[in-house]
């Protein structure tokens, strides 16, 4: 079975640099699996941030961006603000359509 | 600015069919040859849980581990998509979100969810 791991909580300091990762149990993330990066704050329906690695959704502040960094795909917020404060899903698409959910990561601003 | 809003009933009996539909605005379901539309749902403070996709040909994909309870359908005179999924138990209670998929590997436009509780 796939299991895509992230992180279950992070903090950062307010402009501070975090990464947060998405990996998979079976082996390692690459550009193919298509990762793609939600924000979520309760009681909202998720937005979209970073879709193909590292293409920012529209609207997207320029301190999310989206990378490979070894064996995972990672979202790093830069400079970050207190509104980034939220859950952070991705996404890997397995192929044939098949396509998994992290169990997210909780960022708190602190 | 294409917007997608689901309906469907909030309450759901233990063994009976959970049906909603996801109705697009601001385009048409057909209107590209990549746009995919899916469903995703969200257990009360859980995760984010792929379910299915369609394309307006109708070609399906499914999460594996809800296939054999799950059809979802499109409906293109209607600009509707639809999700029917069967035999549910409270472990289904969740919000249910539908979202547009540009390229059938992420999501873009998401509807604003819609709870359903299983409960008799």
């Known amino acids: 079975q796939t299991v895509v791991t992230q992180e279950p909580s992070l903090s950062v300091s307010p402009g501070g640099t975090v990464t947060l990762t998405c990996g998979l149990n079976?082996?390692?993330?690459?550009?193919?699996?298509?990762p793609s990066w939600y924000q979520q704050t309760p009681g909202q329906a998720p937005r979209t941030l970073i879709y193909?690695?590292?293409i920012r959704s529209s609207g997207v502040p320029d301190r999310f961006s989206g990378s490979i960094l070894g064996n995972k795909a990672a979202l790093t917020i830069t400079g970050a603000q207190a509104d980034d404060e939220s859950d952070y899903y991705c996404l890997l698409s397995m192929g044939r359509g098949i396509l998994v959910f992290g169990g997210g990561t909780k960022l708190t601003v602190v | 600015q294409v917007q997608l809003q689901e309906s469907g009933p909030g309450l759901v009996k233990p063994s009976e069919t959970l049906s909603l539909t996801c109705t697009v605005s601001g385009g048409s379901i057909s209107s590209s040859n990549t746009y995919y539309w899916g469903w995703i749902r969200q257990p009360p403070e859980k995760g984010l849980e792929w379910i299915g996709n369609?394309?307006?040909?109708?070609?399906?994909s499914y999460n594996p581990s809800l296939k054999s309870r799950v059809t979802i359908s499109v409906d293109t005179s209607k600009n509707q998509f639809s999700l029917k999924l069967t035999s549910v138990t409270a472990a289904d209670t969740a919000v249910y979100y539908c979202?547009?998929?540009?390229?059938?590997?992420?999501?873009?436009?998401w509807g604003q969810g819609t709870l359903v509780t299983v409960s008799s």
């Open positions: 369609i394309f307006h040909s109708g070609d399906t």
């Open positions: 979202a547009r998929l540009p390229f059938r590997e992420n999501f873009d436009f």
């Open positions: 193909n690695t590292n």
């Open positions: 079976s082996g390692s993330v690459f550009v193919s699996y298509y």
